[in-house]
Protein backbone atom coordinates (compact mmCIF):
# COMPACT_ATOMS: atom_id res chain seq x y z
CA UNK A 1 0.00 0.00 0.00
CA UNK A 2 1.63 3.36 -0.82
CA UNK A 3 1.41 6.46 1.15
CA UNK A 4 -0.30 9.80 0.02
CA UNK A 5 1.86 12.88 1.43
CA UNK A 6 0.45 15.60 3.04
CA UNK A 7 -0.37 18.57 1.09
CA UNK A 8 0.15 22.02 2.54
CA UNK A 9 -1.49 25.18 0.84
CA UNK A 10 0.17 27.86 1.75
CA UNK A 11 -1.25 31.66 2.42
CA UNK A 12 -0.05 35.15 1.28
CA UNK A 13 -0.23 37.36 3.87
CA UNK A 14 0.68 41.81 4.12
CA UNK A 15 2.12 42.16 7.35
CA UNK A 16 2.87 45.67 8.72
CA UNK A 17 6.63 46.15 10.50
CA UNK A 18 6.38 44.09 14.38
CA UNK A 19 2.81 42.24 13.63
CA UNK A 20 2.93 38.68 14.66
CA UNK A 21 1.24 35.64 12.93
CA UNK A 22 0.50 31.82 14.24
CA UNK A 23 2.33 29.94 12.64
CA UNK A 24 -0.96 27.71 11.97
CA UNK A 25 -2.68 30.79 10.09
CA UNK A 26 0.22 30.90 7.72
CA UNK A 27 -0.89 27.78 5.94
CA UNK A 28 -3.65 24.84 5.52
CA UNK A 29 -3.01 21.24 5.64
CA UNK A 30 -4.60 17.99 5.03
CA UNK A 31 -3.63 14.15 4.34
CA UNK A 32 -5.57 12.63 1.25
CA UNK A 33 -5.19 8.69 3.44
CA UNK A 34 -6.43 10.45 6.82
CA UNK A 35 -2.80 10.26 8.35
CA UNK A 36 -2.58 12.48 11.49
CA UNK A 37 0.26 15.22 10.75
CA UNK A 38 3.01 14.55 13.61
CA UNK A 39 5.16 17.46 12.24
CA UNK A 40 5.82 20.47 10.81
CA UNK A 41 8.66 22.60 9.43
CA UNK A 42 9.04 26.04 8.84
CA UNK A 43 12.18 27.65 6.67
CA UNK A 44 12.61 31.49 6.22
CA UNK A 45 14.49 32.10 3.63
CA UNK A 46 14.64 35.92 3.41
CA UNK A 47 15.30 36.72 7.36
CA UNK A 48 13.58 40.51 7.38
CA UNK A 49 11.15 38.65 10.18
CA UNK A 50 11.76 35.56 12.11
CA UNK A 51 10.27 32.72 13.48
CA UNK A 52 9.33 31.93 17.29
CA UNK A 53 8.90 28.90 19.00
CA UNK A 54 7.73 28.12 22.55
CA UNK A 55 9.77 32.15 23.19
CA UNK A 56 12.67 31.60 21.48
CA UNK A 57 13.05 32.81 18.44
CA UNK A 58 14.62 30.91 15.83
CA UNK A 59 17.23 31.80 12.73
CA UNK A 60 16.81 32.15 9.22
CA UNK A 61 17.92 29.81 6.30
CA UNK A 62 17.51 27.09 9.10
CA UNK A 63 14.28 24.49 9.20
CA UNK A 64 12.41 24.69 12.28
CA UNK A 65 10.94 21.20 12.76
CA UNK A 66 7.57 21.84 14.82
CA UNK A 67 5.67 18.64 16.57
CA UNK A 68 2.01 19.13 16.17
CA UNK A 69 1.21 18.81 19.38
CA UNK A 70 3.56 22.05 19.57
CA UNK A 71 2.59 24.18 16.60
CA UNK A 72 -0.11 26.07 18.63
CA UNK A 73 3.76 27.56 20.51
CA UNK A 74 5.05 28.49 17.44
CA UNK A 75 4.66 32.00 15.75
CA UNK A 76 6.14 34.40 12.68
CA UNK A 77 7.34 37.79 13.59
CA UNK A 78 7.12 39.83 10.59
CA UNK A 79 10.39 42.51 9.95
CA UNK A 80 10.71 45.49 7.97
CA UNK A 81 10.45 44.11 4.33
CA UNK A 82 9.60 41.18 2.65
CA UNK A 83 9.79 37.66 3.57
CA UNK A 84 9.62 34.26 1.78
CA UNK A 85 8.67 31.70 4.36
CA UNK A 86 8.13 27.81 3.69
CA UNK A 87 6.44 24.87 4.91
CA UNK A 88 5.80 21.37 4.69
CA UNK A 89 3.95 19.20 6.56
CA UNK A 90 4.97 15.27 8.01
CA UNK A 91 2.12 12.06 8.39
CA UNK A 92 4.21 9.80 10.29
CA UNK A 93 5.47 8.30 7.24
CA UNK A 94 7.07 10.90 4.63
CA UNK A 95 7.36 14.91 3.87
CA UNK A 96 4.50 16.27 1.60
CA UNK A 97 6.18 19.08 -1.02
CA UNK A 98 7.48 22.80 0.53
CA UNK A 99 5.30 25.54 -0.38
CA UNK A 100 6.26 28.89 0.06
CA UNK A 101 4.01 31.69 1.12
Not at 27 to 55: M, P, Q
Not at 59 to 79: K, T
Request: hydrophobic share 45%; aromatic share 10%; charged share 10%.
Amino acid sequence: MSNNLPIVKASSLAATHGESFAASNLFTASDADGDTLTTFAFWDSTGNGYFVVNGVSQPANFEIDVPAAQLALAAYQSGSGADLLWVRANDGIGWGACRAS
